[in-house]
């Protein structure tokens, strides 16, 4: 845990909130996790609604009794998914690897004036077997990374006073051997498909890292997390001859176990006040070592900064 406690207020008050996840782990599910919550009157955005495990926490959210604003690439996307699980919420439009959709969508959302209690940046995709690019930079890192800096940021004035930030990263930013290669954004100084799906989730953690560092002194808090490993459309872009050999011998989660640690961390009162954390398996966790540096993270938001106001 060395080095994610930076940002946790008060040495009694993370105690106090790890204390109270202690019983939770690996196998919990994000019923379990929730069990007892009433977010009645409470709103959670959610990117990637319409699949896997944007899918599941929408339906555990609503059903601990939160207003879901379900995001997806395209609005009938977002409102099918609402609509297959009956759940209250507000469908909106937000591809993340196209900045004007993900501008609209903070436009629509600022437009209903309603503040939010939480944003799960939980959106992604995988291993892209071949160097694409948007705007020059390659794919993995704008649609993970780029595209949620652009959708949180935008709507930071409507989060809480005590909202949260809960931003999906993996396991897999282990991967990201070379660290975030700000020097190679584009990819085509080498590209390894894994290794590329590690930085963009490397940065998922240095962006919560970045904002939680701008939330100190507030009661809102930002963390990443890894889900587990769960068998869901994440692999598409993946053959059989890699994805085979790679799960063998992995301890798969179910969809509902998947979900359970950004569940926790959105909504679990113990956790009001642990900020800056990377989560695993329902508790706290540590991270590669680029994923504690400040200093990168700081370089990041810059960057990041700039790539965005480059594009119109
Ligand atoms: N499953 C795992 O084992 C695992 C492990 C570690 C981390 N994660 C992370 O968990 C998160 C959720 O993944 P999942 O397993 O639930 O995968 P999933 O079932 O493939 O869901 C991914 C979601 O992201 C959406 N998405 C993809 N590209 C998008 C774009 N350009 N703009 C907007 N939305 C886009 C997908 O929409 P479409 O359906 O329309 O494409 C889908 O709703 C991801 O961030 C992933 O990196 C998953």
């Known amino acids: 845990m060395a080095g994610n406690t930076r940002f946790v207020r008060t040495r009694e008050r993370m105690t106090m909130g790890i204390d109270a996840i202690a019983s939770f782990n690996a196998e919990s599910t994000a019923e379990e996790v929730t069990e007892g919550l009433d977010l009645t009157g409470k709103r959670y955005l959610i990117t990637g609604c319409n699949s896997g495990l944007g899918y599941e926490t929408a339906r555990v959210l609503a059903l601990r009794g939160a207003f879901i604003v379900g995001a997806a690439r395209t609005e009938e996307k977002a409102k099918r998914a609402l609509e297959e699980l009956g759940i209250e919420g507000r469908p909106v439009a937000c591809e993340l690897s196209d900045l004007t959709s993900v501008r609209a969508c903070v436009q629509a959302v600022k437009s209903d004036a309603q503040p939010l209690d939480g944003i799960i940046a939980n959106a992604g995709i995988m291993a892209l077997p071949e160097n694409k690019q948007k705007h020059g930079i390659e794919l993995q890192f704008f649609t ?12 930071l004035d409507l989060l809480a006073d005590d909202g949260r930030v809960v931003i999906l990263s993996s396991g897999a930013h282990f991967s990201a051997e070379r660290g975030l290669e700000l020097d190679n954004l584009s990819g085509e100084h080498e590209y390894h498909s894994w290794r590329m799906y590690g930085r963009s989730k490397l940065a998922n953690i240095l962006f919560a890292r970045g904002l939680a560092k701008r939330f100190e002194g507030t009661n809102r808090t930002a963390n990443s997390l890894h889900p587990g490993v769960i068998q869901t459309n994440l692999t ?48 706290v966790a540590d991270t590669l070592k680029e994923g504690k540096d400040d200093n990168l993270a700081e370089e990041l938001w810059k960057r990041t900064e700039e790539i965005v106001a480059s594009i119109a």
């Not at 009162?269 to 989560?279: A, I, K, R």
Request: proline share 3%.
């Open 144 to 155: 993970n990374h780029v595209g949620h800096f652009v959708l949180v940021t935008g709507l």
């Open 236 to 283: 598409r872009h993946m053959s059989e001859d890699v994805l085979g050999p790679m799960m063998k011998g992995l301890k798969l989660k179910s969809v509902g176990q998947g979900a359970a640690t950004q569940c926790l961390v959105a909504t679990h009162p113990g956790l009001s006040d642990v900020s800056g954390c990377y989560f695993s398996d329902c508790q």
